[in-house]
C-alpha cells in the first residue's frame, strides 16, 4: 500500500494564537489518517501548534533550521531548539529560502545531517525555475540538487528524507503541474535515488508534490503510483480546503 504525507507549510502566516484556534479545530476533525497529517508552522507558533494538536496524531514542525548546535548565529534557531518542542519534522531548502535568503545546495546538506542527527525528520525541497522548464533543464536540474543535498548521507538515514518536488513556476501561482508532469518528475526523482542508492532507498522515500494542490486537483495529483502526498501552502491555511486534502489522501491510502 502507498504511504501518504499530506504537509501544510503555512510560511509566514498565523499568529500564535490564531495557531492554537486552528490546530484545535484541525484536531476536532479526527482524521482517520491524522499520522499522515502535518502542518509546518513559524517558529513563534511552535508551542501553540503542539497545544492544538495535542491528543490527535497529527504531526507539526518547522519550516527552516540552522545547521550548527548553537552560537553566535543572530536570528536563527538550532535542531536541539526544535527538538526540545518535540517537532517531528522541519522543511529544508523551500525555494523561497533558496531565492530570497541564499540557501544554498551546501547549507541545504548540512541542514539534513543535523536533523538526520537529532531524529527530526527533514522534508527537503527541491524544484525547476520555470525558466529552466522552458530549456527543457529541468530533469538535470533537480537530479544536482537531489545529488547535492544527499551528498555523503548512507542509504538508512537517506531513507528517513521526505523529498518534495516543487516546479517554482507552480508555487502560489495557481498554475498546477499537470498529474503528468508531477508524476514524471517524481517517478525521475526516485529514479536518481535509486540509482544513487539502491531499489529498496529509493521506494522507501516518500516524494511529496507541491504547487497550488487545492482540493479540486488534489485527487488527480494524489493517485500518481509516485506521488505520496502534497506539501500544501495556500490551501492549509483553510481548514475546510486543508481537511478535503487529507481526505482525498485517506480514501487512496
Ligand atoms: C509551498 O509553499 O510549499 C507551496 C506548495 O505553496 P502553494 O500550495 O501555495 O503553491
Known sequence: MKKFLIAGNWKMNKLASEALDFCKELA???????KDVAVLVPF????ETKEG?????????????????????????????LKEIGVDYCVVG?????EYFAETDETVNKKLIAL???????ILCVGESLEVREQGGEQTFVAGQILADFAGIPASEA???????EPIWAIGTGKTAT?????????????????????ATGDSILILYGGSMKPSNA????????INGGLIGGASLKIDDFTAIANAAAELG
Request: glycine letters at 10%; hydrophobic letters at 40%; a negative charge.
Open 219 to 226: 485527487k488527480e495529483l494524489l493517485e500518481k503510483p509516485d
Open 94 to 98: 523551500h525555494s523561497e529560502r533558496r
Open 179 to 199: 498529474p503528468e508532469q508531477a508524476e514524471e518528475m517524481c517517478a525521475f526523482i526516485r529514479g536518481v535515488l535509486s540509482g544513487n542508492y539502491d531499489n
Open 159 to 165: 531513507a528517513k528524507i521526505v523529498v518534495a518536488y
Open 53 to 81: 494538536l495535542a491528543g490527535s496524531g497529527i504531526g507539526f514542525g518547522a519550516q527552516n533550521v540552522h545547521f550548527e548546535e548553537s552560537g553566535a548565529f543572530t536570528g536563527e534557531v538550532s535542531v536541539p531548539m
Open 116 to 122: 538526520l542527527n537529532a531524529g527530526i525528520t527533514p
Open 28 to 34: 476536532a476533525q479526527n482524521l482517520t489518517n491524522a
Open 44 to 47: 513563534t507558533d511552535l508551542k
